[in-house]
Nanobody
Framework: HVQLVESGGGSVQAGGSLRLSCTSSRFTFAGSVMGWYRQAPGNACELVSTISSDGSTYYADSVKGRFTISRENAKNTLYLQLNSLKPDDTAAYFC??????????????????????????????WGRGTQVTVS
C-alpha cells in the first residue's frame, strides 16, 4: 500500500477545535474515496467520515454537526475540521484512501484495528495516525 501522512493532532480542552490533514506525495487523491477513521484504546476502529470523488460526504452520527471533511485534490490533501470537541473524541485518527469513486457501506463499516482493517478491506493507501486528546 501507499503511505499517507496525517498531521494536526494534539491536546485540547473540551469545546476546542483542531484541523487534521492527510497528504501524500505518491498517491493521487482525485477519483478516490477518502475517509477518516479513529480508534480509542480498547475500542474497535470507528468510522468518522468519508468523502467521495464527487465531494459527497458521509458522517458518523457521533460527529455530525461538529466535524467537517473536505479535500483539495490539487494539493493531494484531505482535511478534517474538528469543532466542539468532547472527551469521547479522544482517539488516534487515521486517513485511508480507496481507488473507487463513491463511498459505500463497505467504507462505513470498519472493524478491529484500523490499521489491519485498511489492509483487509482493500484500501490502496492509509496512514499511521495522529493522536487527538480532549480533556
Amino acid at each position: 500500500h501507499v503511505q499517507l501522512v496525517e498531521s494536526g493532532g494534539g491536546s485540547v480542552q473540551a469545546g476546542g477545535s483542531l484541523r487534521l490533514s492527510c497528504t501524500s506525495s505518491r498517491f493521487t487523491f482525485a477519483g478516490s474515496v477518502m475517509g477518516w477513521y479513529r480508534q480509542a484504546p480498547g475500542n474497535a476502529c470507528e468510522l468518522v467520515s468519508t468523502i467521495s470523488s464527487d465531494g459527497s460526504t458521509y458522517y458518523a452520527d457521533s460527529v455530525k454537526g461538529r466535524f467537517t471533511i473536505s479535500r483539495e485534490n490539487a494539493k493531494n490533501t484531505l482535511y478534517l475540521q474538528l469543532n466542539s470537541l468532547k472527551p469521547d473524541d479522544t482517539a488516534a485518527y487515521f486517513c485511508g484512501a480507496d481507488r473507487t469513486a463513491f463511498a459505500s457501506e463497505h467504507h462505513h463499516s470498519p472493524r478491529g484495528y484500523c490499521y489491519a482493517w485498511f489492509l483487509i478491506a482493500g484500501f490502496d493507501a492509509w496512514g499511521r495516525g495522529t493522536q487527538v486528546t480532549v480533556s
